[in-house]
C-alpha cells in the first residue's frame, strides 16, 4: 500500500494520556488514535494477525510472555480491564471472580448460646467487628438478592471477612437481582441486621466455610440487635453450601499452596475467539525500543517499508514504483513511502511504524545500480543490486 493512501500522520510526541508505552507508540506511530480508535495503518496491522492467527504456533510467533489456562489467553498489562489470580509455582490461573484458593477454616471450638445484644449503628461488619470487638472473621456477612427466574428470595451468608462473588453465586443459582426493601422484609429479615435465622420462605445459600465457622455473630433481623453465637446448621439450615468468595492476592493456591498473586491483564483469546486489538496492543507494549515499534517478522503489518529520496538527475520515485510493483507481485506486503519528504522524515517514520526491513532508493546509490536495505534496529546498511533487491529479500524471509 501507498503512505498517502493510509493518510499516516506520526506524531512526533507521545500522547499525554498514555498509560502504558506500547499505546503511546501505536499512537505515534498512527495505528491508533489518543482515543484508541483504530486507523487504517492499525487496520492493517489488524489483518495482518487475522491471518497469521490460522497458524497453529501463533501465540509463540509474536514473541509475548502469556500466561493462559485451558480457556483462555491472557498479557498481563497495568492497564488491563480484567483482573486474573495466578500462582508462580503451579501456573494456576483463573479470571478472579471465578478462581479457587485454598480456604482454612477457623480453629473449631464449642458451640455455645446464641445471644442477642444491641448494637446500635452497626449495620456494617466494620462497625459491628469495632463495637463487639471482634475479628471480622468471626462475624457472618448477609447478602439477599431475588432470582430472576422466579423470583425467589435468596439470602446469602459469607465470613466477614470475606467478599462474595457474584460470578461464582450466579454459577450456583442462576440470574439474580438485589431484592427489594419489600422482598427483604416479607422474608422477615433487616437490612443492615439481617441473619437467616427464623426467615420464612427464603433460599438459603452459604459459602462452604459457614458450616466449619462456629459462633459467628450476625444480624438479629430487628435494627440496632445483633446475635452473638449463630451456628450453621443447628440454628439455621442452609439449602445450598458451596464456594461463594472470591480469592485475593496473597490467598494460598487451592492446587499446591503458594501464595496466589492478583494481576491487571487483557484477554487475547478464548477458544472461540482472538481478541485482535489487545494482541496488536500486547505486541506493542513487548516489541518496541527507543525509536518505534519493532513488531516481530511474522507479526509486521508491512514486510518492507520503501521510499525514495527525490533526486536531482534521475527519477527515484519512478525506481521506486517499478520495485514496489515488483515486490507486490512476489507477494511481499510493501509500505511505499511515496511522499515527497526530507530523506530525515521518512527515516523517522520508518522506524516509528517499524517494518521489518527498509528499502531506500536514492540517486547517489542508483547511479551505481544499488539501492540501500536496513534491516531494522541494525546499524549497519547494505548496498543491492537494484536488480537483485527481489531474490534479496526472499532469502531474508
Ligand atoms: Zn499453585
Same mark, same amino acid.
Given at each position: ?8 500522520? @506520526? ?6 494520556? *498514555? ?43 509474536? =514473541? ?10 491472557? /498479557?498481563?498489562? =497495568? ?107 416479607? *422474608? ?19 459459602? !462452604?466455610?459457614?458450616?466449619?465457622? =462456629? ?54 483469546? @478464548? ?18 525500543? !527507543? ?10 503489518? /508491512? !514486510? ?11 527519477? @527515484? ?18 509500505? /511505499? ?22 528499502? @531506500? ?37
Amino acid at each position: 500500500m501507498k503512505y498517502r493512501d493510509l493518510s499516516i500522520q @506520526t506524531q512526533r510526541e507521545f500522547p499525554n494520556n *498514555a498509560r502504558t508505552q506500547g499505546f503511546g507508540w501505536l499512537v505515534r506511530a498512527e495505528y491508533l488514535t489518543r482515543e484508541n480508535q483504530i486507523l487504517p495503518l492499525g487496520q492493517q496491522a489488524l489483518m495482518r494477525l487475522q491471518d497469521l492467527s490460522k497458524e497453529p504456533d501463533f501465540f509463540s510467533r509474536l =514473541s509475548l510472555l502469556v500466561i493462559s489456562n485451558e480457556t483462555e489467553t491472557y /498479557f498481563p498489562i =497495568s492497564t488491563g480491564d480484567i483482573e486474573i489470580i495466578h500462582c508462580e509455582s503451579c501456573k494456576y490461573t483463573e479470571r478472579i471472580e471465578l478462581a479457587k484458593f485454598k480456604k482454612t477454616a477457623l480453629a473449631g471450638e464449642e458451640q455455645l448460646p446464641i445471644e442477642k445484644v444491641l448494637t446500635p449503628d452497626c449495620s456494617t461488619i466494620e462497625t459491628l467487628a469495632n463495637f463487639l470487638n471482634l475479628p471480622k472473621e468471626k462475624t457472618a456477612k448477609a447478602l439477599m438478592y431475588t432470582r430472576t427466574s422466579d423470583n425467589q428470595f435468596i439470602f446469602v451468608v459469607v465470613r466477614g471477612d470475606m467478599n462474595l462473588s457474584e460470578a461464582k453465586l450466579r454459577n450456583t443459582i442462576g440470574e439474580f437481582r438485589l431484592a427489594t426493601p419489600e422482598e427483604i422484609s416479607q *422474608a422477615g429479615a433487616a437490612p443492615g441486621y439481617a441473619s437467616p435465622v427464623g426467615l420464612t420462605g427464603a433460599l438459603i445459600v452459604v459459602d !462452604d466455610l459457614i458450616p466449619q465457622s =462456629s459462633n459467628l455473630a450476625a444480624g438479629a433481623n430487628e435494627a440496632g440487635y445483633h446475635l452473638l453465637n449463630t451456628n450453621c446448621g443447628r440454628d439455621y439450615s442452609p439449602e445450598i453450601i458451596a464456594d461463594l468468595v472470591q480469592a485475593k492476592s496473597g490467598d494460598p493456591c487451592e492446587q499446591c499452596g503458594n501464595s496466589l498473586t492478583s494481576i491487571s491483564a487483557i484477554s487475547l483469546a @478464548t477458544r472461540s475467539e482472538f481478541y485482535f486489538e489487545n494482541i496488536l496492543l500486547a505486541l506493542a507494549e513487548i516489541h518496541h525500543y !527507543d525509536k518505534g515499534l519493532a513488531f516481530p517478522k511474522s507479526a509486521a503489518p /508491512f !514486510d518492507v517499508y520503501l521510499m525514495h529520496i527525490a533526486g536531482k538527475e534521475i527519477d @527515484t520515485r519512478a525506481k521506486a514504483e517499478e520495485i514496489y510493483d515488483q515486490l507486490q507481485s512476489a507477494g511481499f506486503a510493501i509500505l /511505499f513511502d511515496d511522499r515527497d519528504e526530507r530523506a530525515g522524515v521518512k527515516f523517522n517514520d520508518a522506524d516509528l511504524i517499524g517494518c521489518p526491513i527498509r528499502v @531506500t532508493v536514492g540517486e547517489k546509490n542508483l547511479r551505481n545500480g544499488m539501492v540501500e536495505l536496513k534491516p531494522r534496529r541494525d546499524a549497519e546498511n547494505s548496498l543491492v543490486n537494484s536488480g537483485e533487491i527481489l531474490s534479496v529479500l526472499q532469502n531474508l524471509k
